[in-house]
Structures are given as C-alpha cells and as structure tokens.
Nanobody, 122 residues
Framework: QVHLVESGGGLVQPGGSLRLSCTAS????????MGWYRRAPGKQREFVAS???????NYLAPVKGRFTISRDNAKNTVSLQMDSLKPEDTAVYYC????????????????WGQGTQVTVSS
C-alpha cells in the first residue's frame, strides 16, 4: 500500500556533494514522518535525519550542518542534500516513512525503501 523508491546514490570524492531523493507511491492518504537511515559496512543501521509533515527536522549529530533534509508533501517526496561528504558517510542509505495512513483506513508503520549506495572515496 506504500512503496518507497530511493535514487541519487553514487561515488563521490571527500568534500563532494550528493542529493538523495525518495518517492512514495501507493494507496495512502497521509504520510507523517519521513526520514533517512544508513547502514555502514559491519555496522547497524542508524538514524540520519527526519522531517515531519509540518517541516520539523532532526539530524544525527555528525551530519548536522552538512546534510539537509526536505520534503514535498504534494509530490510525496523526501530529499537529503549531503554536502562536505566524508569517507565515514559511506553506507547504504534507506528512506523511511514512520507512519502512513493508507486508503483503507489502516495505519502502516515503518515503511522502507530498498536502499541506495553512497560511497565517499578518493
């Protein structure tokens, strides 16, 4: 009932920038919080950034000031602008919708995209 697809990953040199995008599709009425998580090699998945439907944002401390999350509620998209990238930002990045009211009236929690690889290396 809700399908998330990420795009925009790739290989970039340290200090470079990438922009990730995620589009939600399906039969739903409202998406509440949306966000980005990442899983680095050999590590657990961690929270990166989130944004409420009203635009309130939250960031993982190491990315604050370098990453910017935004969303377009009309287009059901969430983006992550990543600047000043560091090798430690290398990970698979996942889009998340924490709570979705689907058309049937049911609430779906924690919808995930398939992930997109970000590699920061010279």
């Amino acid at each position: 009932q809700v399908h998330l697809v990420e795009s925009g990953g790739g290989l970039v040199q340290p200090g470079g920038s990438l922009r990730l995008s995620c589009t939600a599709s399906g039969s739903f009425r409202t998406i509440y919080g949306m966000g980005w998580y990442r899983r680095a090699p050999g590590k657990q998945r961690e929270f990166v950034a989130s944004i409420t439907s009203g635009g309130i944002t939250n960031y993982l401390a190491p990315v604050k000031g370098r990453f910017t999350i935004s969303r377009d509620n009309a287009k059901n998209t969430v983006s992550l602008q990543m600047d000043s990238l560091k090798p430690e930002d290398t990970a698979v990045y996942y889009c998340n919708a924490d709570k979705v009211l689907v058309s049937s009236g049911r609430t779906v929690y924690d919808a995930w995209g398939q992930g997109t690889q970000v590699t920061v290396s010279s």
